[in-house]
């Protein structure tokens, strides 16, 4: 009891100190009120106070999690984990990401500081008053967590943005196609934009922003688009917002689904902080108290993942000895340094890390790369000395569309759609990411030596895409094409899409198609499962078939979907081939087969699919002529004929799968099996319908007429600890695809209190000046 009382009073003393007044004291207390859900709400005077409270209830909530994301960003989960995860430790230590974010931590603003300094001191003081009562995964593991410092959670945050961000992995790749292109004289494809996708039109970026769109167009020194090439990519977030034009109660309504797997904890970490400059609710990442998305009394907004371009691998010419790099003319030494890695059970492991004026050497993480070749990454996490959160704590305590946008633009990465509403009546979207200004090709390695594709500055944030008030009343963002090809920067890299994709296209019928929403019908559109692109073609296909142009074999597996609804469900045998014609679909259109006239009009990929699929029905709507019969004929043939030939006729029974406690986003073994539970039965696990249940990670609905009528909901549960009611208890909700109440008054959140526990703060002036606390 001593020690505990101790370390509380260097705890108060260390909080004291952040107050800039020399006479303000800490007299008040800190109140944690957990609703039904476990969902912790913080009441404080101050934000300093709050952001104790924060960092005391999410150590509660997450603190093995919180641990894991630390290590993984220090390079240290082979000590937890064995041998197996040496090579994640390598990729790590060579980045730096953590060494950058001490070094970001020693000289941060005060404000961010401070407020990160207060979390740290409410998680250790969580640690040090429950050591003999921490989650039994520690036990298992084997480890005592080290103190929290504002280093960990500045490095927390960027663990996620080097999940999203990796795009320089594939830079070798491109390089060897791109070289293979230029060996047989072949002409490089032109990107096709479907402009009609655009969450950006140029008309309604012209109305908000008019000077920045003619600075834009009149620069020169722009960014080339580029069609190297459409990654794979994390590419299943939805958020999306009407304007009161289209409700009944004539407020905004809005909605944002982040969508990656849900794990056992989830990803996301929900909570409520009510006090000094914020009431404010969302989530965050166990550790980072930034909010990704969330609301307040005035606005709320949500995130999808952009997909943006945040690095670049230079190729270097280093020295015969490797001892040395060219740039500019003059030889330069490489700078190296060794760090030693400890791995359960086996020898420590030294390793030798290099860099040159770009950053970090990466050979050893390329695929493709020839021995002589050498790679060095610059990334904008590991460049910029600043952190989002600065960015994301502006915007929780945001009043209005300038406000939120000014802290919008304090935020760098990883890159995000931002769909935006407030309570008076505006609606608006805004790309935000720091965007380097190339020299060089976008998607290909720079040439490092010569010093003539070095960036040159970020996209300034007010020419990144954005409306407010767009015209069609609606913003949806489903990782979809940003911005039309008017617009003359390169964003991404393929995983923006160069139009719609299923999803997309089926939110822009849901939202456009419809006025009068109530809130109820609102909030149906996240258990959407229809298939509209799958639908669409089969409208297609029923065409062709009455016209006699379908093969037998076309002919019969269309047939297969006679008197289908076009919802794309669980143990189906139509929706099984539904999802392996979609599948099908998506690798159709290329540019060296029989409908290469169709790739070179439309694109490829799910964008060029619906682009094609629109126009095409569109004009037959409009004429009763299909465009490009001929060749339209031979795609849907060939479509309906792969995907026959490629359903398995014994397809294998689907059992119920295993929820791997502490997995998280690195697929970790099981630390502590016991904890470990059966996933519910889903009914929608397609990717491609706006309803993905394996993905609906967190759901929050917000209504601006009435913010206390909003609701949310994060599966399994907010706790990790198994011994804690709310670790698996939202599962229900989860499957059935509902929310729960999330008001964000005082007198709301009592009505659904499960649990209070008060943290008092008294000090004296005395103790804030002692040297020794």
């Not at 617009?487 to 419809?514: A, F, K």
């Not at 006699?548 to 019969?556: E, Y």
């Not at 297969?560 to 794309?568: C, N, P, S, T």
């Not at 169709?598 to 990929?605: F, H, I, N, Q, V």
């Given at each position: 009891?001593?020690?505990q009382?101790?370390?509380?009073?260097?705890?108060?003393?260390?909080?004291?100190?952040?107050?800039?007044?020399p006479t303000?004291?800490?007299?008040?207390q800190?109140?944690?009120?957990?609703d039904?859900?476990g969902?912790?709400?913080i009441?404080?005077e101050?934000?300093?106070?709050?952001?104790?409270?924060?960092g005391?209830?999410?150590?509660q909530d997450?603190?093995?999690?919180?641990?894991?994301?630390?290590?993984?960003?220090e390079?240290?989960?082979a000590?937890?984990?064995?041998?197996?995860?040496?090579?994640?430790?390598?990729?790590?230590r060579?980045?730096?990401?953590?060494?950058h974010?001490?070094?970001?931590?020693?000289?941060?603003?005060?404000?961010?500081?401070?407020?990160?300094?207060a979390?740290?001191?409410?998680?250790n003081?969580?640690?040090?008053?429950?050591?003999?009562?921490?989650?039994?995964?520690?036990?298992?593991?084997?480890?005592?967590p080290?103190?929290?410092?504002?280093?960990?959670?500045?490095?927390?945050?960027?663990r996620?943005s080097?999940?999203?961000?990796?795009?320089?992995?594939?830079?070798?790749?491109?390089?060897?196609?791109?070289?293979?292109?230029?060996?047989?004289?072949?002409?490089?494809?032109?990107?096709?934009?479907?402009?009609?996708?655009?969450?950006?039109?140029?008309?309604?970026?012209?109305?908000?922003?008019p000077?920045?769109?003619?600075?834009?167009?009149?620069?020169?020194?722009?960014?080339?688009?580029?069609?190297?090439?459409?990654?794979d990519?994390?590419k299943?977030?939805?958020?999306?917002?009407?304007?009161?034009?289209?409700?009944?109660?004539?407020g905004?309504?809005?909605?944002?689904?982040?969508?990656?797997?849900v794990?056992?904890?989830?990803?996301?970490?929900?909570?409520?902080?009510?006090?000094?400059?914020?009431n404010?609710?969302g989530?965050?990442?166990?550790?980072?108290?930034?909010?990704?998305?969330?609301?307040?009394?005035?606005?709320?907004w949500?995130?999808?993942?952009l997909?943006?371009?945040?690095s670049?691998?230079?190729?270097?010419?280093?020295?015969?000895?490797?001892?040395?790099?060219?740039?500019?003319?003059?030889?330069?030494?490489?700078?190296?340094?060794?760090?030693?890695?400890?791995?359960?059970?086996?020898?420590?492991?030294?390793?030798?890390i290099?860099?040159?004026?770009?950053?970090?050497?990466?050979d050893?993480?390329?695929?493709?790369?020839?021995p002589?070749?050498?790679?060095s990454l610059?990334y904008?996490?590991?460049?910029?000395?600043?952190?989002?959160?600065?960015?994301?704590?502006?915007m929780m305590r945001?009043?209005?569309?300038k406000?939120?946008?000014?802290?919008?633009?304090?935020?760098?990465?990883?890159?995000?759609?931002?769909?935006?509403?407030?309570?008076?009546g505006?609606?608006?979207?805004?790309?935000?990411?720091?965007?380097?200004?190339?020299?060089?090709r976008p998607?290909?390695?720079?040439?490092?030596?010569?010093?003539?594709?070095?960036?040159?500055?970020?996209?300034?944030?007010?020419?990144?895409p954005?409306v407010?008030?767009?015209?069609?009343?609606?913003?949806?963002?489903?990782?979809h094409?940003p911005?039309?090809d008017?617009?003359?920067?390169?964003?991404?890299?393929?995983?923006?899409?160069?139009g719609?994709?299923?999803?997309?296209?089926?939110?822009?019928?849901?939202?456009?198609n419809?006025d009068g929403?109530t809130?109820?019908g609102?909030?149906?559109?996240?258990?959407?499962?229809v298939?509209?692109?799958?639908?669409?073609?089969?409208?297609?296909?029923?065409i062709?078939l009455?016209?006699?142009?379908?093969?037998?074999?076309?002919?019969?597996?269309?047939?297969?979907f006679?008197g289908?609804?076009?919802?794309?469900?669980?143990?189906?045998r139509?929706?099984?081939?539904?999802?392996?014609l979609?599948?099908?679909?998506?690798?159709?259109?290329?540019?060296?087969?029989?409908?290469?006239?169709l790739a070179?009009k439309?694109?490829?990929?799910?964008?060029?699919?619906?682009y094609l699929?629109r126009s095409?029905?569109a004009?037959?709507?409009?004429?009763?002529?299909?465009?490009d019969?001929e060749?339209?004929?031979?795609?849907v043939?060939?479509?309906?004929?792969?995907?026959?030939a490629?359903?398995?006729?014994?397809?294998?029974?689907?059992?119920?799968?295993v929820?791997?406690y502490?997995?998280?986003?690195?697929?970790?073994p099981?630390?502590y099996p016991?904890?470990?539970?059966?996933?519910?039965y889903?009914?929608t696990?397609?990717?491609?319908t706006?309803?993905?249940?394996?993905?609906?990670?967190?759901?929050q609905?917000?209504?601006?007429?009435?913010i206390?009528?909003?609701?949310?909901?994060?599966?399994?549960?907010?706790?990790?600890?198994?011994?804690?009611p709310?670790?698996?208890?939202?599962?229900?909700l989860?499957?059935?695809?509902?929310?729960?109440?999330?008001p964000?008054?005082?007198?709301?959140?009592?009505?659904?209190?499960e649990?209070?526990?008060?943290?008092?703060?008294?000090?004296?002036?005395?103790?804030?000046?002692?040297?020794?606390?």
């Amino acid at each position: 009891m001593a020690k505990q009382t101790i370390f509380w009073l260097l705890a108060i003393f260390m909080l004291v100190s952040f107050i800039s007044s020399p006479t303000r004291l800490f007299g008040d207390q800190i109140e944690i009120v957990r609703d039904y859900w476990g969902v912790a709400h913080i009441y404080a005077e101050t934000d300093l106070e709050l952001f104790f409270g924060a960092g005391y209830a999410t150590a509660q909530d997450r603190m093995f999690q919180m641990e894991l994301s630390r290590r993984k960003v220090e390079g240290r989960l082979a000590e937890i984990y064995g041998k197996d995860w040496l090579e994640s430790d390598k990729l790590m230590r060579t980045l730096g990401l953590y060494k950058h974010a001490q070094e970001i931590a020693d000289q941060l603003q005060c404000e961010t500081k401070n407020i990160l300094e207060a979390y740290a001191g409410g998680v250790n003081y969580y640690l040090e008053t429950h050591l003999d009562d921490l989650n039994p995964a520690f036990h298992e593991a084997g480890i005592v967590p080290d103190p929290w410092t504002v280093a960990d959670s500045i490095a927390v945050w960027m663990r996620i943005s080097e999940r999203f961000d990796r795009s320089w992995q594939n830079e070798v790749t491109a390089l060897r196609s791109y070289e293979q292109l230029l060996r047989s004289e072949a002409t490089q494809d032109n990107v096709i934009i479907d402009n009609s996708a655009a969450i950006v039109t140029e008309a309604d970026f012209i109305s908000t922003d008019p000077d920045i769109y003619r600075r834009i167009m009149e620069n020169e020194n722009l960014n080339e688009l580029s069609a190297w090439p459409e990654w794979d990519s994390l590419k299943a977030s939805h958020a999306w917002t009407i304007s009161g034009s289209k409700t009944i109660t004539g407020g905004p309504l809005l909605e944002s689904d982040p969508q990656i797997a849900v794990t056992l904890p989830s990803l996301w970490y929900e909570i409520h902080l009510s006090g000094g400059n914020y009431n404010v609710r969302g989530i965050c990442v166990a550790g980072s108290p930034g909010f990704l998305i969330g609301w307040n009394e005035h606005l709320a907004w949500g995130a999808t993942a952009l997909g943006s371009d945040n690095s670049d691998l230079f190729q270097e010419k280093l020295s015969d000895d490797e001892s040395r790099f060219l740039f500019k003319e003059n030889w330069y030494p490489v700078q190296s340094y060794t760090e030693v890695i400890d791995i359960r059970d086996e020898e420590p492991v030294e390793i030798t890390i290099n860099r040159t004026i770009h950053g970090p050497i990466v050979d050893a993480f390329l695929e493709g790369a020839r021995p002589t070749e050498h790679f060095s990454l610059k990334y904008v996490a590991a460049e910029e000395m600043n952190t989002p959160i600065t960015g994301m704590l502006s915007m929780m305590r945001s009043r209005n569309w300038k406000e939120f946008t000014c802290g919008l633009s304090d935020y760098m990465f990883p890159g995000i759609h931002i769909v935006y509403a407030d309570v008076s009546g505006n609606i608006g979207y805004y790309t935000a990411a720091a965007i380097p200004i190339r020299s060089g090709r976008p998607g290909l390695p720079q040439i490092g030596w010569t010093g003539d594709e070095e960036w040159n500055g970020y996209v300034p944030f007010e020419e990144l895409p954005h409306v407010l008030n767009p015209s069609s009343g609606f913003v949806a963002s489903a990782n979809h094409l940003p911005v039309g090809d008017w617009y003359p920067h390169s964003l991404t890299i393929g995983t923006g899409g160069t139009g719609h994709n299923p999803r997309s296209m089926r939110l822009y019928e849901l939202l456009d198609n419809q006025d009068g929403f109530t809130f109820a019908g609102f909030s149906e559109i996240h258990r959407d499962n229809v298939s509209a692109i799958a639908r669409e073609f089969l409208i297609l296909a029923a065409i062709l078939l009455e016209r006699n142009s379908l093969s037998q074999n076309s002919s019969r597996f269309l047939s297969a979907f006679d008197g289908w609804d076009y919802r794309l469900v669980e143990y189906s045998r139509v929706s099984d081939l539904a999802e392996t014609l979609v599948q099908v679909m998506h690798r159709s259109l290329r540019s060296n087969t029989a409908t290469a006239l169709l790739a070179s009009k439309y694109g490829g990929g799910h964008a060029g699919n619906i682009y094609l699929l629109r126009s095409v029905l569109a004009e037959f709507e409009r004429s009763g002529t299909l465009p490009d019969e001929e060749e339209v004929t031979i795609w849907v043939n060939q479509v309906l004929e792969t995907a026959a030939a490629s359903i398995r006729k014994n397809a294998p029974q689907k059992g119920p799968q295993v929820m791997i406690y502490q997995a998280n986003l690195e697929g970790f073994p099981s630390i502590y099996p016991d904890a470990n539970r059966y996933m519910p039965y889903l009914s929608t696990t397609s990717a491609n319908t706006i309803w993905s249940q394996l993905g609906n990670s967190y759901t929050q609905v917000v209504d601006l007429s009435d913010i206390n009528n909003s609701r949310a909901f994060l599966p399994p549960g907010v706790s990790e600890d198994p011994r804690s009611p709310h670790f698996f208890d939202q599962v229900e909700l989860w499957a059935t695809g509902e929310t729960r109440p999330a008001p964000l008054s005082r007198d709301e959140v009592i009505k659904y209190v499960e649990s209070v526990e008060t943290l008092y703060l008294y000090v004296t002036e005395k103790n804030r000046n002692s040297d020794d606390g």
